[in-house]
T-cell receptor
Framework: RKEVEQDPGPFNVPEGATVAFNCTYS??????FFWYRQDCRKEPKLLMS???SGNEDGRFTAQLNRASQYISLLIRDSKLSDSATYLC??????????FGKGTSLLVTP | DAGITQSPRHKVTETGTPVTLRCHQT?????MYWYRQDPGHGLRLIHY???????DKGEVSDGYSVSRSKTEDFLLTLESATSSQTSVYFC???????????FGPGTRLTVT
């Protein structure tokens, strides 16, 4: 079973919309998570770290639901520049992060 | 963002030739990583380093070797390049006592 599962999308939303992605995880002992964004043909960039119940940074809100074992990322007032792939990554027990394929978001005018 | 650079940024090489990619960081981070990314796949770990001269294999290490002779540099060598190693290669670093990784801009390698 994969460590995390994400809907690959693509999610197509109009500019200004609110969009949410879920990421389910299998290891109930996972303590914290990271959201990365990756633009086409670019490197992944850390968007947000989620250590307890959640985190908020401007238009972006992440929430961790330990009972149901999922993490959500909410983007409010979507911008064209939010178009990217969003990767949910659990904090590892070892040295390396385990990246999946992520969720693709396309914000349209 | 950590100061991470990769060189070269683009390279075309022929099958059977050795290739070395360089990752350079200015943040004094202890850990460094090499990933490859291919269409339809997520990032896959090739090798990583947990200190100078300390390295270990990732999930797709066959055909690759690494070296880390100083903190700031992590080299990835394709001993004899094959077409299946055509990919985008990303380097990443992280500091001790943290888990967030920061990525370099990537190297696009084509093996013909």
């Amino acid at each position: 079973r994969k460590e995390v599962e994400q809907d690959p999308g693509p999610f197509n939303v109009p500019e200004g919309a609110t969009v949410a992605f879920n990421c389910t995880y299998s290891n109930s002992a996972s303590q914290s998570f990271f959201w990365y964004r990756q633009d086409c043909r670019k490197e992944p960039k850390l968007l947000m770290s989620v250590y307890s119940s959640g985190n908020e940074d401007g238009r972006f809100t992440a929430q961790l639901n330990r009972a149901s074992q999922y993490i959500s990322l909410l983007i409010r007032d979507s911008k064209l520049s939010d178009s990217a792939t969003y990767l949910c990554v659990p904090r590892p027990s070892g040295y390396a992060l385990n990246f999946g394929k992520g969720t693709s978001l396309l914000v349209t005018p | 963002d950590a100061g991470i650079t990769q060189s070269p940024r683009h390279k075309v090489t022929e099958t059977g030739t050795p290739v070395t990619l360089r990752c350079h960081q200015t943040e004094n981070h202890r850990y460094m990583y090499w990933y490859r990314q291919d269409p339809g796949h997520g990032l896959r770990l090739i090798h990583y380093s947990y200190g100078v001269k300390d390295t270990d294999k990732g999930e797709v290490s066959d055909g690759y070797s690494v070296s880390r002779s100083k903190t700031e540099d992590f080299l990835l060598t394709l001993e004899s390049a094959t077409s299946s190693q055509t990919s985008v290669y990303f380097c990443a670093t992280r500091e001790d006592l943290a888990y967030e990784q920061y990525f370099g801009p990537g190297t696009r390698l084509t093996v013909t």
